[in-house]
């Protein structure tokens, strides 16, 4: 009988101190494994919906260029000249940016630009071009809201060369650009924008993130009829 009770006992035998300590050890590896896992995901995601909002926005300014210099006398000396750009090697250091005041080439007088000097407001529209005023004016940056509610801003550019008419010949118009005045031919532009992003409204002033990234687009520009 005593021998009957002793394999009963070793039948109904729990787990020890050891194996649920190795149990508790690997679902917490599990655990710690899949939180890692989806706090990369979830960063990965909210840089692809940053990074699409950016390349919206560079496309919305893109458009606007594209209108002020085919449409207004915008290009002969509204643009203006800044240099200092040193984040990117690969881009050039001086580059055009809005000036701090568009209404003259605006019909009605009507401006998105808004003026600052020094620091920001989070207030305004998400598609107002913020001129950040400095001395020297070549040291002027231009921004524009990425994701406002996030307090992500990008910061745009670019730069323009001549090009000659066999350079964008379609359908052998030679591409016919006027001077920017409307008056007499001259020759068109290649246009190339920057956008750069993210920066983020540190004590009213626009910093870089370290992972800085760049969109670039190019098209043709010049006055037209």
């Given amino acids: 009988m005593r021998c009957s009770d002793n394999s009963r006992l070793k039948r109904q035998r729990g787990f020890t ?6 149990a508790a050890m690997i679902l917490s590896g599990m655990v710690i494994g899949i939180g890692s896992g ?4 979830d960063r990965e995601v909210t840089h692809l919906i940053t990074k699409q909002k950016a390349i919206f926005m560079a496309n919305a300014e893109m458009e606007r260029l594209t209108t002020l210099y085919g449409t207004t006398s915008f290009g002969s000396s509204g643009p203006a000249s800044t240099t200092g750009y040193t984040e990117t090697a690969a881009f050039p250091s001086t580059r055009l940016i809005y000036p701090t005041d568009l209404s003259a080439y605006l019909s009605g007088g009507q401006d998105y630009t808004v003026n600052t000097v020094g620091t920001f407001t989070n207030a305004g529209s998400d598609f107002q071009v913020w001129v950040q005023s400095n001395t ?9 809201w990425i994701d406002q509610d996030h307090n992500i801003m990008g910061r745009i550019s670019w730069t323009t060369s001549n090009i000659t008419p066999s350079a964008c010949t379609v359908g ?4 016919p ?6 008056v007499g031919s001259a020759n068109c532009k290649m246009l190339t924008f920057y956008m750069e992003y993210p920066y983020h409204m540190v004590s009213n002033s626009p910093v870089a ?3 800085l990234r760049t969109i670039t687009l190019s098209t043709i520009v010049g006055r037209h009829l």
């Avoid at 989806?38 to 995901?41: F, K, S, T, Y």
């Avoid at 070549?138 to 524009?144: C, G, H, K, P």
């Avoid at 650009?177 to 409307?182: D, F, N, R």
């Fill in 17 to 22: 101190m050891i194996e649920v300590m190795t």
């Fill in 38 to 41: 989806w706090v990369v995901a």
């Fill in 136 to 144: 020297p004016s070549s040291l002027n940056r231009a921004y524009v």
């Fill in 172 to 175: 052998g118009d030679g591409c």
């Fill in 177 to 182: 650009c006027l001077a920017p005045s409307g």
């Fill in 209 to 211: 993130e370290s992972n």
